[in-house]
């Protein structure tokens, strides 16, 4: 399985944007589908983002289509979450999560490997 280090989490205003970016380990990174979900306090984890091996295909949750951005580069074995015009509801730890396959995918159980997180607080 690869191993997944989110970074790029931190404390930003209402309207402004920050910058997700997962790491990723070994030399297959291409083969895998990534995704991006949030769990806020007391509540079930929820699909964000997703992004195809290529980066030929993107789904969002609705809740931050046109705000969020997901993108790869596969030579760099990273993956990114553009967040822009933040909301206090987009609190939440983001999670970065891979799995081996050739469309994207928008549900957690169907993930086999995932990061430690990383805190993003949205203030008003």
């Known amino acids: 399985q690869v191993q997944l280090v989110e970074s790029g989490g931190g404390l930003v205003q209402a309207g402004g944007s920050l910058r997700l970016s997962c790491a990723a380990s070994?030399?297959?990174?291409?083969?895998?589908?990534m995704g991006w979900f949030r769990q806020a306090p007391g509540k079930e984890r929820e699909f964000v983002a997703a992004?195809?091996?290529?980066?030929?295909?993107?789904n969002y949750a609705d809740s931050v289509k046109g705000r969020f951005t997901i993108s790869r580069d596969n030579a760099k074995n990273t993956v990114a979450l553009q967040m822009n015009s933040l909301k206090p509801e987009d609190t939440a730890i983001y999670y970065c999560?891979?799995?081996?396959?050739?469309?994207?995918?928008?549900?957690?159980?169907?993930?086999?490997?995932w990061g430690q997180g990383t805190q993003v607080t949205v203030s008003s």
């Open positions: 070994g030399r297959t990174f291409s083969r895998y589908a």
């Open positions: 992004i195809t091996w290529n980066g030929g295909y993107t």
């Open positions: 999560a891979a799995k081996i396959g050739s469309y994207y995918y928008s549900t957690a159980g169907e993930y086999n490997s």
